[in-house]
């Protein structure tokens, strides 16, 4: 059993990686490592998105994630699965996404990052 909260995301009409295998994990998952109370596994369905374009639009979402359990938030206990139309819609995203479209373009104009 994994002793760190996992967080998982996937577009539900992926065409390069199947949904169907990685939802059979995350019900191994609940199955396996959610009999205790403590374990703490969060998985988001997107709907409208496919392979390619889910991870700049969901990166916003791991990177908060990863930032709380940085700075000492702990993760809900329990499993979960979201189902989204779209990570792209979360509000309390779009600071840290247009920060990383920012920092991007900056770069490739040769602008040092965080400037």
């Given at each position: 059993m994994p002793d760190v909260p996992m967080f998982m995301?996937?577009?539900?009409?992926?065409?390069?990686?199947?949904?169907?295998p990685v939802d059979t994990l995350v019900d191994s998952l609940v199955d396996t490592y959610c009999q205790d109370p403590d374990d703490r596994v969060?998985?988001?369905r997107d709907h409208a998105r496919e392979h390619?374009?889910?991870?700049?639009?969901?990166a916003a979402s791991a990177l908060m994630w990863l930032r709380d359990r940085f700075d000492g938030i702990?993760?809900?206990t329990g499993c979960t699965t979201h189902d989204v139309g779209s990570m792209a819609l979360d509000q309390t995203t779009?600071?840290?996404?247009?920060?990383?479209?920012?920092?991007?373009?900056?770069?490739l104009l040769g602008r040092p990052i965080g400037t």
């Open positions: 995301y996937h577009a539900n009409p992926d065409w390069l990686v199947p949904v169907g969060t998985y988001t390619l374009s889910l991870e700049p639009i969901a702990p993760a809900g779009w600071p840290v996404w247009s920060s990383i479209v920012g920092d991007t373009l900056t770069s």
